[in-house]
């Protein structure tokens, strides 16, 4: 396995994707409740594809959220198939936030 360009862009921006992922879940659903391919495609159309989550990253990120009582997690029957639904709670609007503060706080330092 080669090693770890810790000089690359790509290094970079996984590692930040990987916080602000999580802070765009809480945007999108802040507005509108959402299933998951939808939480993707979104978060790709708000950065411009800088954050590339893969499911298994989102579906973590959402069951955690759920655990803490952030988001609440509805089924529906699509086309035969199952869909997760997921709306934001009053515990979930804090928590953005408080993101979102704590974000305003760190951007200014970026200039």
Known sequence: MPPTDLQSHRYWQKLIG???SRFLLLR???SQPAYGYQLVQAM???SDDFVTPTEGAIYTALNDFAK???IRVEERV???????IYTMTESGRAAFRTAASSFGRLLPLLR
Do not use: A
């Open 18 to 20: 990987q916080s602000v």
């Open 44 to 46: 790709r159309d708000i």
């Open 28 to 30: 999108i659903l802040r």
């Open 78 to 84: 699509v086309n035969g198939r199952t869909q997760k």
């Open 68 to 70: 803490h009582g952030l």
